[in-house]
């Protein structure tokens, strides 16, 4: 304790700090399916007739991290993060199906080489929602066939970048695309369709399932996982059994079910964490009771980190964050937000969970899906002209945290 009564929370030797990143919101010039929706003609009048610029909801150049990348991997280290998570987009790799692109197979190894260069650790996904254009044309995850293109897919980078890898993030939040893809329709492929859904969701458990065999067969030592969003889900009225029931249920499915289904296929637990959900038994359902919100409308709610890493670790597996972040473009709250959420994840490994690295989402501010470009998620800032990249004073904040294996807090 020092003179202002601040305690140092210092974290484990060895915790994994780093920032998180994926190859469609930061690379730039990917066609796939997610840039052939972003410029279908509908879409494009829809966001016109609401007055928006559609260039700003397009991906287009992204960060322009497909040439930029030792800059990017600069400012990893100048975070002093030990480990980075960046993606692989499939769509690059293998545009045509069945035909696998050398060039990109390159790029990418010369991109990983110099992480390993820099002895910065590699966390790598091999999907983050997006498909290349054949395989949407197939139906995409709700095809059962794309189970095994996905297995030819992981196969190939395995051989290609096995050696470069310390982790593989097979699937990014699985759930997060059967919801916004297959019921509420806000992500491609569009649609509302639950029977598909429920198709999907089954043949992403069977791609974790498979993926997990082949990276097995073919590493050692590489730690192989996914990652899930996990909201804190509570009630809004605490008396209200509706609101239990609803709450109960919501977070079985929506943050344990796909975990339960693949507990045997993964070495650890992926946990993003943005924010809570607090239900109500009434629509919308759902309810913010607080005033402290992201750009985004996100309410911020540390303690819900605590609570989620708390029944993570029923699974007995090592924990590691993979996303935690918040759209805050003035970065006037991304400080307290990064301490506040570390608070809290200190005080869970205090308690016995078994937590071993903590990623910031994001590096950079980047293409943030259907909300294209405003919701600036990074501790960098990036010109959408020059993709000249810029320190936010949050950033030296996390810099110093990763640097010191902790930071001093009021706890
Ligand atoms: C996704 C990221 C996204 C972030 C912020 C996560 O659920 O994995 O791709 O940018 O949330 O919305």
Redesign the pocket.
């Known amino acids: 304790m020092n003179e202002k009564n601040l305690n140092f929370l210092a974290f484990p030797d060895g915790f994994l700090w780093g920032v998180?990143t994926?190859a469609y919101?930061i690379e730039g010039g990917i066609t796939n399916d997610w840039s052939k929706w972003e410029s279908a003609p509908e879409r494009l009048s829809n966001l016109l007739a609401q007055g928006k610029k559609s260039s700003e909801y397009e991906s287009r150049q992204a960060a322009n991290s497909w040439e930029l990348y030792d800059e990017d991997f600069n400012l990893v280290e100048e975070l002093h993060c030990g480990a980075y998570r960046l993606g692989l987009e499939w769509s690059r790799i293998e545009p045509v199906e069945g035909k696998y692109s050398l060039e990109a197979i390159e790029r990418y190894k010369k991109m990983l080489k110099s992480l390993q260069q820099r002895k910065i650790k590699v966390v790598l996904t091999l999907w983050?929602?997006t498909n290349p254009v054949w395989l949407a044309d197939m139906g995409g995850w709700s095809n059962k066939s794309a189970v095994d293109y996905f297995g030819r897919f992981v196969a190939t980078c395995v051989r290609e970048f096995g050696e470069l890898v310390d982790m593989w993030v097979v699937l990014?939040?699985p759930m997060?695309h059967v919801g916004n893809g297959y019921l509420t329709g806000k992500f491609p492929p569009n649609l509302k369709k639950p029977i598909l859904a429920y198709k999907t969701l089954q043949n992403l458990i069977l791609a974790q399932k498979t993926a997990y065999g082949i990276i097995k067969k073919n590493t050692y030592i590489a730690k192989v996982g996914y990652?899930s969003?996990c909201n804190y889900i509570t009630v809004t009225h605490k008396n209200n059994i509706f609101e239990l029931i609803l709450a109960k249920t919501f977070d079985y499915c929506w943050n344990w079910y796909f975990v339960n289904k693949t507990r045997k296929y993964v070495d650890f637990i992926g946990l993003?964490y943005?924010f809570v959900d607090r239900i109500v038994a009434r629509p919308p359902f759902r309810a913010k009771i607080s005033h402290d919100l992201t750009d985004?409308g996100w309410e911020i709610y540390p303690r819900g980190i605590y609570e989620v890493i708390k029944k993570a670790s029923r699974y007995k597996l090592p924990i590691y964050i993979l996303?935690n972040?918040l759209?805050d473009a003035k970065d006037t709250k991304r400080a307290r937000f990064i301490k506040s959420h570390l608070a809290q994840v200190y005080k869970a490994i205090s308690e016995g969970a078994d937590v071993r690295g903590y990623f910031h989402?994001?590096l950079l501010d980047?293409f943030?899906?259907a909300?294209g470009y405003w919701?600036q998620?990074g501790l960098y800032k990036v010109n959408r002209e020059t993709f000249e990249r810029t320190a936010q004073p949050s950033a030296e904040v996390y810099g110093q945290i990763c640097k010191e294996n902790g930071f001093w807090s009021k706890l």
Request: hydrophobic share 35%.
């Open positions: 998180s994926s919101q983050h929602w990014n939040e997060v990652t969003l993003d943005y985004f996303e972040g759209a989402w994001s980047n943030e899906w909300d919701p998620f």
